[in-house]
């Protein structure tokens, strides 16, 4: 027999108020026994934003001078009510004007944001970093199941394992393991090279300028070139969205898992990616190239908030790092480490940023570059885990092998 909920929830306060996620220091295994099933209260959604997307420019520390100083010609300009600076969400924080449609969720209180999180490994590779995050092991580079399979797999034996669906992308890591994911992909064109990556229209355009004078010379070499950068760009940004698609495909693919999760009750848990975050140039400041992506995960956002606005269900929106806190000689941003790490729900504490920020001075600054991580990103998804879907501390301890309880983040979700 289950217990009441006041049971329950004053099983999950005694848990909660031991501090590190260890087992040892856990209540009696009839206690965990007795305890509610994993998601057996909501569903969770996991939206993941492949390439790095850069969190400084979403969320603006606009009363920070530090910020506009490393960011000379991309900063988000201050609030002023415009429809070109940024949004004011409190005496610290602005939000990305192509975010502007996220505002009312903030308003209404089911829109979080830790503005320092990450992962504790330090690695700046795209492949690396996805896979700690996807795997929620971030000391091994080794093939262990997502973390999302394995939360799926730790649902009560007397019920059937949750299901899982990923939607947009044909073989997320984070949905692998022994938990059959329902998988829903959808194909990308590959990256172009304008005129001459037709074969065709090449090779007339050689065969044109196959002289041996100066002009056909330094053709043939651009030539060379251009094929040769397309490339190299083209496998960089492969590389980084790691099989997702463009942001612009988001409000489709959220209404798909929407619907099929509608449908079939028993999908508890769901996946979707969008890549092309990786911005080292020309990244824009309140228009231009970020700002037309902030634009369709803000349309995408507002669609999984519609559908799934039960309370208990909650989404997360993650990305494998931050971006430089400077911007670099291309006007964009490099690989960095802290990044803001985004909670939609009903349950969800939200119209507050939430956690630690130390600011951007250098000295506070990891490698005097990036924003550090002062939250580690096994800790903040903890929070729901434990308070929304009922895991218990023994569970997310074999989820999360090494991650601490954080404290500093306790009021981030609300009691059920």
């Given amino acids: 027999m289950q217990p009441d909920p006041i049971t329950r929830r004053r099983l999950l306060g005694a848990l909660l108020a031991t501090g590190p996620l260890a087992a040892g220091a856990l209540a009696s295994p009839r206690s965990f026994a007795q305890a509610a099933p994993a998601l057996d209260r909501g569903r969770l959604v ?9 969190g400084l420019s979403a969320l603006v520390p606009w009363s920070d001078p530090d910020y506009f100083r490393l960011r000379p010609t991309i900063a988000v300009a201050a609030p002023d009510g415009t429809a070109s600076t940024s949004i004011e969400l409190d005496a610290r924080f602005a939000l990305h004007p192509a975010l502007a ?3 009312p969720m903030w308003r209404e209180g089911s829109l979080a944001v830790i503005p320092a999180a990450g992962s504790p490994n330090r690695s700046r ?11 929620g092991l971030p000391d091994q580079s080794t093939g262990a199941p997502g973390w999302l399979n394995r939360l799926a797999a730790m649902d ?10 990923g939607v947009g992308e044909a073989n997320p890591h984070i949905l692998s393991g022994p938990v059959r994911a329902r998988l829903i992909p959808r194909g990308e064109a590959a990256g172009r090279a ?10 007339a355009l050689l065969e044109l300028y196959s002289g041996d004078d100066r002009l056909s010379r330094a053709f043939r070499e651009g030539v060379e070139s251009r094929l040769m950068t ?3 760009l083209a496998a960089e940004m492969m590389a980084a969205d790691n099989g997702a698609g463009n942001p612009a495909g988001l409000v489709r693919e959220a209404r798909q898992l929407a619907a099929l999760m509608r449908a079939d009750p028993a999908l508890r848990i769901g996946f979707l990616s969008a890549g092309g975050w990786d911005t080292h140039a020309n990244q824009g400041a309140a228009t231009g190239l970020l700002a037309s992506r902030f634009a369709n995960l803000a349309r995408g956002l507002v669609q999984l908030h519609g559908d799934f606005d039960r309370p208990g269900d909650l989404v997360l929106v993650l990305s494998e790092f931050g971006r430089t806190s400077a911007e670099n000689g291309a006007r964009g941003t490099d690989h960095g480490r802290g990044n803001a790490l985004w909670l939609i729900g009903r349950q969800v504490a939200g119209g507050q940023v939430h956690g630690r920020w130390e600011g951007l001075a250098r000295g506070n600054l990891n490698e005097g570059r990036d924003l550090p991580v002062l939250h580690d990103f096994r ?5 729901p885990l434990a308070r929304i879907f009922g895991l218990p501390e023994r569970r997310i301890a074999d989820l999360f092998p090494g991650a601490t309880w954080d404290r500093s983040l306790d009021g981030l979700v609300r009691r059920a």
């Fill in 46 to 54: 996991v939206v993941f934003l492949r390439g790095a997307y850069d």
């Fill in 101 to 103: 449609p996220l505002l």
């Fill in 125 to 135: 590779s795209h492949f690396e970093a996805q896979h700690h995050w996807e795997t």
């Fill in 156 to 165: 009560d034996t007397r019920l059937r394992p949750v299901p899982l669906i």
């Fill in 194 to 203: 304008g005129v001459i990556g037709n074969d065709a229209a090449r090779d």
């Fill in 230 to 232: 397309s490339k190299e």
């Fill in 379 to 383: 800790a903040v998804i903890a929070q």
